[in-house]
């Protein structure tokens, strides 16, 4: 894994907060954030219902059980919060708590085109049943390639895990405006998922690099079945150019989250509330920004949104990469 992203080029500049889920915590607790928590997704996969698990178990013979257990050791949700939003964390396990350049980098290109693969790879699970996706196909077009058991299984935890934290937020802001911002969002279909489920979401904003968010504007604009789900103000009007669109609860724009004014000067446009409870969702993109950038990002998004929650997932106990680079 490690050694395929590296080959292309692909530096992991985040890495040092993956060392173990000690170092995802006191990253965030070093920013500002009031509290926060880390599960192994041994422990995430574990905590799913029963019943999930014994269904998409039954989809597909694993190759290789120790290489799943392998996996699910070096992925961790984190979960971390501002004021009040503490009771969501409730994974079981282990706990810890206290109190526009466009592409400037060199390895930039790389790292956008691991969205190519985690949306690839999403493909594979979907189009094997381990959950409904009818709206990820408007965006991968190459035809699905299937991917490892352990790959699909590894998948479906990683969405599942992301998925229930949602789920208990948008149940304790139940009735109240509230806010998701999804950042290094890639071709996620979340906010598509989360209307057809009947949710109403005050502001829905997706980040990515503007390479990224071109690809996903112009797929959006193309298939009307995902225009159709987003809500558009009385006047009718959706903002476009090449990289962002403006809709009333949506907003998708071009940004790199290393530049903090470029960012700020974003979310102003999408009509950002600093007040209503926000989740923010970060699925395998923390770890490819510079541990100093990273950290002012996360120390500006604790000292701007007083009730919000940070949802991470990302690799952990990398200390110990060289055993999984040998997969
Ligand atoms: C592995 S992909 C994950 C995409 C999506 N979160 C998902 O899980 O399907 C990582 C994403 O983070 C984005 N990303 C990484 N660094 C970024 C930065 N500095 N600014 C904006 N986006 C970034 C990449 O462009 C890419 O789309």
Redo the contacts with the bound molecule.
């Keep these: 894994m490690l050694g395929n992203l590296r080959a292309r080029g692909c530096n992991l500049a985040g890495v040092d907060a993956c060392t173990s889920l000690e170092t995802q915590v006191s990253r965030f607790l070093d920013c500002g954030w009031h509290g926060a928590r880390a599960w192994d997704m041994v422990q995430v996969y574990q905590s799913l219902p029963n019943g999930e698990r014994q269904r998409i178990e039954r989809l597909e013979m694993l190759d290789e059980g120790e290489l799943l257990v392998q996996l699910f050791q070096h992925y961790a949700i984190t979960i971390a919060w501002v004021a009040k939003l503490d009771e969501l964390a409730t994974f079981p396990g282990n706990s810890q708590r206290r109190g526009s350049a466009m592409c400037s ?1 060199p390895c ?1 290109e790389a ?2 085109a ?2 190519d ?3 690839e790879c ?1 493909r594979s699970a979907v189009r094997l049943g381990y959950w409904q996706d009818d709206y990820l196909g408007y965006f991968v077009k190459s035809p699905a390639e299937r991917k490892a058991p352990e790959i699909n299984r590894g998948y479906f935890a ?1 969405v599942r895990g992301v998925e229930i934290c949602i789920e208990k937020f948008l149940h304790r802001t139940a009735g109240n405006p509230c806010q998701i911002i ?7 279909t979340l906010y598509w998922r989360l209307r057809e489920a009947g949710h109403a979401i005050a502001n829905f904003i997706e ?3 503007p ?2 968010t071109a690809r996903k504007c112009y797929a959006i604009k193309r298939n009307k079945r995902l225009l159709d789900k987003i809500h558009v103000a009385e006047d009718g009007e959706v903002r476009l150019s090449p990289t962002d669109l403006h809709a009333s609860n949506y907003h998708i724009m071009g ?4 530049n903090i004014d470029e960012l700020h000067n974003k979310l102003n446009q999408a009509e950002i509330d600093y007040t209503i409870p926000t989740i923010f ?5 923390l770890v ?2 510079e541990t100093q ?1 990273c950290h002012n990002l996360l120390k500006w998004l604790a000292g701007h949104f007083p009730t919000s929650v940070f949802v991470n ?1 990302e690799q952990v106990n990398m200390n110990d990469r060289e055993e999984i680079c040998r997969h």
């Design positions: 980098h930039d790292v956008i691991t969205n693969d985690a949306s999403k990683r999804n950042l290094g969002c890639g071709f996620d980040l990515d690099f390479t990224v940004v790199d989250l290393r969702l970060a699925e395998c993109v490819y920004i950038n997932y």
